[in-house]
């Protein structure tokens, strides 16, 4: 794996796979009261431009977990939102942390914090990608289902970060990939050119969310309007309407198909309460293993 984490485009399957495998133990161990094996005293800076609820919980319970301290950088009490270049932020932080943790708008910045840094970088969310995200929800799949490989993974609704990141972690695993969007709202291109590539019997863009869900094992949601979107939200309720998972689209899927939902959710949009409440193991799952896959990567990143 090279020095940050910046989207899974950067990841090799193998990659994603050994930071499922260490998330696995992490978790087992974390379970069982016993002591990571990891260096003491590691120092993670924060810094969050949007808001967060699991991102930020998560990734401080999982460093103090690991030993270590997690430091919280918002935009508006750091010097970032006064005009401090990332490129200088990302050499100071270098000098005093052992990893920087980054949610912010643009992926640029992202890879920019990386160019300059001279500690490992993570994404933890930007307008183009969620990695954390989809290695937590690929780890809680291969827990509920027992495998990866082979199985039908499905999103319906916004082609936003959480779609991106789906899209390539499935497919470098081995998963077929259907997608539901309306046009306008599509995955990024480089997304959809890089998953053109498997060809349409592995990963297909359909309009119609009853032909992406047929046959599938797990379908995943996500918001109709992300953060920096808001004041889109009326126009997106209207490109939307018809793309939510309820009971009739559930009905076309496999018998046991899950459901995989970031959260926060909009329960009457994007999914409906009922069918939301039938998959809440499986949704909690996936936001406990958002600690575990985290621990992962910093394990892996800073361990080295
Ligand atoms: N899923 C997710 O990233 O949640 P937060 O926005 O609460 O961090
Ligand atoms: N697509 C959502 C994900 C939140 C975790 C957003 O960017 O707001």
Request: hydrophobic share 40%; aromatic share 8%; net charge negative.
């Amino acid at each position: 794996m090279d020095k940050d984490l910046l989207k899974l485009l950067d990841l090799s399957t193998q990659d994603i796979l050994s930071i499922l495998d260490t998330a696995d133990r992490l978790k087992a161990e974390t379970k069982a009261g016993e002591k990571h094996d990891f260096p003491s005293g590691k120092i993670l800076a924060m810094i969050f431009a949007k808001n967060s609820t699991r991102t930020r919980v998560s990734f401080e319970a999982g460093i103090y977990q690991l030993g270590g301290h997690g430091v919280f950088l918002s935009n508006s009490d750091s010097q970032l939102s006064r005009g401090e270049p990332i490129s200088d932020t990302a050499r100071v932080l270098s000098r005093y942390c052992d990893c920087i943790m980054i949610r912010t708008y643009e992926q640029e910045e992202v890879e920019e914090l990386a160019k300059y840094a001279t500690v490992p970088v993570i994404n933890g969310l930007t307008d183009f990608a969620h990695p954390c995200q989809i290695l937590g929800d690929l780890m809680t799949i291969r827990e509920h289902k027992g495998k990866l490989e082979g199985l039908k993974a499905t999103f319906i609704g916004d082609g936003n970060n959480v779609a991106n990141s789906m899209i390539v972690g499935c497919l470098k695993v081995g998963m077929k990939v259907s997608i539901a969007s309306p046009e306008g709202y599509h995955p990024d291109q480089k997304v959809l050119d890089f998953a053109a590539a498997y060809g349409d019997d592995i990963f297909q863009l359909f309009d119609d969310p009853k032909l992406a869900a047929a046959g599938a094992d797990v379908i995943f949601t996500d918001v109709w309007a992300s953060m920096g979107q808001e004041s889109e939200a009326e126009k997106r309720r209207i490109a939307f309407e018809g793309y939510q998972v309820n009971d009739e689209l559930m009905a076309l899927a496999n018998p046991n198909c899950m459901i995989q939902h970031c959260l926060p959710a909009h329960k009457g949009e994007e999914i409906t309460e009922k069918v939301f409440e039938d998959h809440a193991d499986e949704i909690f799952d996936e936001a406990e293993n958002r600690l575990h896959v985290q621990k992962a990567v910093m394990y892996i990143l800073m361990k080295r």
